[in-house]
T-cell receptor, first 114, second 110 residues
Framework: NAGVTQTPKFQVLKTGQSMTLQCAQD?????MSWYRQDPGMGLRLIHY???????DQGEVPNGYNVSRSTTEDFPLRLLSAAPSQTSVYFC?????????????FGPGTRLTVL | DAKTTQPPSMDCAEGRAANLPCNHS???????VYWYRQIHSQGPQYIIH???NNETNEMASLIITEDRKSSTLILPHATLRDTAVYYC???????????FGAGTTVTVRA
């Protein structure tokens, strides 16, 4: 299994540009989520999904859109990038059945908005 | 979710056991204690979790006090590769969110 994969690894955007961060998992996990991590801080939840067609907001959803058309993929869209969105973005997934399962994280995407 | 309190940093000698404390005095009966770590610039990595009983796996041991208000993560033989930020998190089984605090920065020294 590749686990959770994220592309790209690094990205530089100009203010106002749009882009999509890709996330995929091959573990057939129902739950997927996006976090952002600013320097010296813990992770904050942006959006999450509990299955195809189902998404919901986390702690810091403003400026980001998500969709879940398949179990495997959970892309994160920035419609109009702002310098405040400079951060490291992590995607995560876990199996929902059983409840107390561990969460698997991807390697992260480092985004800089100029 | 219950809040957790961890020391901001600690040092450990290579080859010795590292004991990482976590206080979660407001934990409720259906909340699990999870430990994750984040090695510099990488995605967080699951270590171990428990509800009431002590747990052990190939990476670490988790000791939860009888009143469940605190726990200790034990890395039995710390190596330089264990240098990381360690996060103690409490979560209900059916809760979707993991709430990451500041964690404990553990530095293992040769």
């Amino acid at each position: 299994n590749a686990g959770v994969t994220q592309t790209p690894k690094f990205q530089v955007l100009k203010t106002g540009q749009s882009m999509t961060l890709q996330c995929a998992q091959d573990m057939n996990h129902e739950y997927m989520s996006w976090y952002r991590q600013d320097p010296g801080m813990g992770l904050r939840l942006i959006h999450y999904s509990v299955g195809a067609g189902i998404t919901d907001q986390g702690e810091v959803p403003n400026g980001y859109n998500v969709s879940r058309s398949t179990t495997e993929d959970f892309p994160l869209r920035l419609l109009s990038a702002a310098p405040s969105q400079t951060s490291v973005y992590f995607c995560a997934s876990r199996q929902l059945a059983g409840g107390d399962n561990e969460q698997f994280f991807g390697p992260g995407t480092r985004l800089t908005v100029l | 979710d219950a809040k957790t309190t961890q020391p901001p940093s600690m040092d450990c000698a290579e080859g010795r056991a590292a004991n990482l404390p976590c206080n979660h005095s407001t934990i409720s009966g259906n909340e699990y204690v999870y430990w994750y770590r984040q090695i510099h610039s990488q995605g967080p990595q699951y270590i171990i979790h428990g509800l009431k009983n002590n747990e052990t796996n190939e990476m670490a041991s988790l000791i939860i006090t009888e009143d469940r208000k605190s726990s200790t993560l034990i890395l039995p033989h710390a190596t330089l590769r264990d240098t990381a930020v360690y996060y103690c998190i409490v979560r209900r089984a059916n809760d979707y969110k993991l709430s990451f605090g500041a964690g404990t920065t553990v530095t293992v020294r040769a």
